[in-house]
C-alpha cells in the first residue's frame, strides 16, 4: 500500500497564497499522473490540476494564471502552489497518484479556506 500524506493546507484572505504538498510513502510503479482535486460542500469533487509523467499539464479554467502543479520525482511529491485565492477556492483539497499498474491513491484532504 502506499500512504500520501498532504499538507499547507489552512485559513487565508481572499487575495492571500498557500501551497499544499503531497509526499507518498514510496515510488509508485509505472506511475502515469498526479493531480490535485477539490471539494467543497454539496457539490462534486473536480479535478483542479494534474501532471502526467511525461509532463503534460492540466489546469481547470476557474485556476488557470492562479495555480501552478510541480513534481519532485525523486521525493515522490507534487505541489500545488495557489496564489490569489478567492472565496470560492474554500474546499476539501485531494491529491490523487495514478498508475498503470497499481491503480489510483488518494490523500486523506486537506481544508483550504478563503475567506476574511
Known amino acids: 500500500q502506499v500512504q500520501l500524506v498532504e499538507s499547507g493546507g489552512g485559513l487565508v484572505q481572499p487575495g492571500g497564497s498557500l501551497r499544499l504538498s503531497c509526499a507518498a510513502s514510496?515510488?509508485?510503479?509505472?506511475?502515469?499522473?498526479m493531480g490535485w482535486y477539490r471539494q467543497a460542500p454539496g457539490k462534486e469533487r473536480e479535478l483542479v490540476a494534474s501532471?502526467?509523467?511525461?509532463?503534460?499539464?492540466l489546469y481547470a479554467d476557474s485556476v488557470k494564471g492562479r495555480f501552478t502543479i510541480s513534481r519532485d520525482n525523486a521525493e515522490n511529491t507534487v505541489y500545488l502552489q495557489m496564489n490569489s485565492l478567492k472565496p470560492e477556492d474554500t474546499a476539501v483539497y485531494y491529491c490523487?497518484?495514478?498508475?498503470?499498474?497499481?491503480?489510483?491513491?488518494w490523500g486523506q484532504g486537506t481544508q483550504v479556506t478563503v475567506s476574511l
Open positions: 514510496r515510488s509508485i510503479f509505472r506511475l502515469k499522473a
Open positions: 501532471i502526467t509523467s511525461g509532463g503534460l499539464i
Open positions: 490523487n497518484l495514478g498508475s498503470d499498474i497499481e491503480g489510483n491513491y
